[in-house]
């Protein structure tokens, strides 16, 4: 009896067919240099076809363009899902990944929530260990540089009529990165857009969906006329909660007098997605002796502790962001700032924390590693 059939879970063998001209060493390493955010890519990447009901051979081969018939159904009807995660460099020269069974979920969960079928966590993992431990040499050896990993889905059927579609490409790609915003860990500032949402309720919000991006870049374009890095989005119905950034969740330290100082994030509606880094800093946090909250914030409370003193910090967290410290915010109605502006106390031991597990320089005592 097999493997495979001994422990009843499917395995995905990746059919190994790499870049056969990779770029020479010393190009990468003018390449990996500056890289920035998501302008360079490794050398090769995977990709997995479902048809017929089923998923074919994964196969790992030379990153390039993938071909698309001008009627594939994720060009008309938005049937694209994504993940992102990052592999780090280990003390010992190896890589590691962070949680990554935390992204297979969510991109299944993403998958049911487009009407899209669900890729295998055994393939999922399997296609991302492979892409690693192909390109190692791509994840970066300077400070807080990593790889990161972008496992995708859409569906490629010729069809224009509507509904799910029958065939599906799913693939993955790397990029070395440095810092996501340019400045680096330096405060930024955000933009409280009044008039545009980014999801509603019972819609794709918690689904990590290219359509919700491409519904937040109009808002995003504003906050850049305004002279802000991202947008904080408010609920759908209210336009009063705080939910999310376009591409961060986000948390608030508040000074809550004789009952201590507690960091507090909005909850999980439904229209916010679920951030792997937010359930990361709620244990972390907890470990580090802070009362942690997950609770609805409203604007005005936002503006009136950010006034009275009573609000010390703010930040944002994801995996392409890590912490990035929120110092003002600015809407049609003016501004105000936290605190001094500054990155408070609390971001930066978090954000330390976070980032001594990840490349390895603190005990994993989660176990949230996983080495490639
Ligand atoms: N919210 C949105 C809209 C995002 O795109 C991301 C990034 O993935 C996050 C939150 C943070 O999620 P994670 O911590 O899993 O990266
Ligand atoms: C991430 O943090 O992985 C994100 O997806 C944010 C952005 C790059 C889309």
């Known amino acids: 009896m097999s493997t495979e059939l001994a422990t009843g879970a ?12 990779p770029v020479s060493d010393d190009e990468r390493a003018e390449l990996l240099t500056n890289p920035g955010f998501g302008r360079v890519f490794t050398d ?6 479902f048809a017929n009901g089923g998923w074919g051979d994964a196969e790992l081969r030379a990153y390039g363009p993938v071909p698309l018939d001008p009627a594939a159904a994720a060009m008309h009807y938005a049937q694209e899902i994504f993940e992102g995660l ?10 590691a990944l962070f949680r990554p069974e935390r992204n297979a979920a969510r991109f299944r969960h993403s998958a049911r929530r487009l009407s899209m079928p669900e890729v295998p966590d055994e393939l999922f993992l399997e296609s991302i260990r492979a892409l690693v431990e192909q390109d190692r ?14 496992p995708f889905m859409f569906a490629n059927e010729p069809f224009l009529g509507v509904r799910p579609a029958l065939s599906y490409i799913y693939a993955v790609i790397a990029s070395p990165v440095g810092a996501y915003f340019p ?3 330096k405060p930024v500032n955000l933009w409280l857009s009044t ?6 309720p019972g819609g794709t919000g918690d ?18 006329e305004a002279g802000c890095e991202q947008v904080v989005f408010l609920d759908a119905v209210e336009r009063r909660w705080v939910e999310e950034l376009g591409g961060m969740n986000i948390f608030f330290l508040f000074d809550d007098g004789a009952a201590g100082r507690r960091l507090v994030t909005p909850p999980l509606t439904g229209s916010l997605l679920a951030g792997i880094t937010r359930d990361s800093l709620l244990t972390l946090s907890a470990d580090h002796g802070h009362l942690v909250e997950e609770r609805p914030v409203s604007i005005e409370e936002w503006r009136s502790r950010a006034a009275d003193g009573s609000l010390l910090e703010v930040f944002a967290c994801g995996t392409a962001a890590v912490i990035t410290p929120i110092g003002r915010v600015r809407g049609k109605d003016g501004e105000f700032v936290i605190a001094d502006g500054e990155a408070g106390p609390v971001t930066t031991e978090l954000r330390q924390s976070l980032l001594d597990i990840q490349y390895g320089k603190a005990p994993d005592k989660h176990n949230w590693m996983r080495a490639v």
């Not at 689904?207 to 850049?224: D, I, M, R, V």
């Open 44 to 49: 090769n990447m995977v990709v997995a076809q």
């Open 207 to 224: 689904a990590k969906c290219g359509g919700n991006y491409a519904a937040s870049l109009l808002a995003q374009s504003e906050a850049a």
């Open 195 to 200: 008039d545009r949402v980014r999801a509603v």
């Open 137 to 150: 040499a791509w994840v970066p050896e300077f400070a807080e540089g990593s790889l990161y990993i972008r």
């Open 10 to 21: 499917p395995t995905f063998p990746i059919a190994l067919r790499p870049n056969a001209t």
């Open 86 to 95: 990052k592999a780090y460099r280990q003390p010992d020269g190896g890589t």
């Open 183 to 185: 400045r680096g860990v």
